[in-house]
């Protein structure tokens, strides 16, 4: 397998699977890193991992329903720009005119605006003992796993914040769409009315539990008391459907990264944030200048995270 391309042999498997298999293959039929097998076959084993680690990540972000509904992948050449372009929000006004005039006022649309991502190099650093190493207690697949999962929570981290920095000066946004203040149930059925305007779409709210708890409801009715006992807050606002985010600790505390007094209402199919990632990932290995000799392995990929609102969505602040 390469580049996501599986053979037609591996076709109905996993492709990190598939993937497995060769690295365990590439070190002689053995999970356990075996340094014979590392100084014989260490080119082919660390190309597997490189085309392993980036496959089980974005297995883990397409599994979350978030990721799937407002995140755009893009992925580059090392050296390649990332640029986005939205529409201009604007279109022709019809003109009303005598008969045998013909000047109504000219018109032109507005520039598009661009946005564009920076990649940044984020990187891994880890090392084992030389004992450990040469006692077979290393696990490949422990490895990946943990270096997969480590990139994987930083990603989140990374994109929960840049969907939490939408505000009224958001290129496409207004005080329009983005409102604070004490719970109104008129104030939030207005973000969404104007969204909806401008999208011409069926708009929704999402936030976390907590947040979506503070949306409460004129009209309690026994459906509602059953959604909100079973799912924690009211399914509905006024017949507006609310969707729960499942929210995540900010890498390295236990602080949550969205904040649970913010409701946001989405109704384009436009996907507003944007993930980068330019070039491959590249594993290294080093012994050289460790006083332990303990073996070190650096693991590193450019990713970029950044925000594009082309269908206009709401921000609602609920204060305390």
Known sequence: MTRGVVPAEYSDKDPSDVLRQALVEANGGSTKINRKNLRRNGAEIYEIIEELIPCIVVEGLRGDEFYMNLVEERRAAEGDNFEFWAEANSSFVVSTIADGIATPRRQRIGEKTKVSVTTYPHIIRMYEEWSRFMANRIDWGELVNKVSTGFKLDLFNDIFTTFSTVSATTPGLSSTYVSAGTYSEEALL??????????????????????????????????????????????????????????????????????????????SDDKPIKVCYEGEGEIKETSEGNADMSIEYVYLEKIGVGLLVNGPIGKYTISA
């Not at 929704?204 to 708890?213: C, E």
């Not at 409460?216 to 507006?240: I, L, M, W």
């Not at 929210?247 to 007094?261: C, K």
């Open 190 to 267: 207005s973000i969404v009315e104007h969204v909806e305007a401008a999208t011409d779409k069926t708009a929704y709210i999402i936030g976390t539990k907590a947040a979506l708890r503070k949306c409460t409801t004129a009209v309690v009715s026994d459906e509602a008391k059953s959604a909100y006992y079973n799912g924690g807050f009211y399914g509905k606002v006024a017949g507006v459907d609310m969707v729960a985010i499942k929210n995540r600790h900010q890498v390295g505390s236990t602080a949550f990264i969205l904040p649970d007094n913010v409701v946001f209402v989405i109704a």
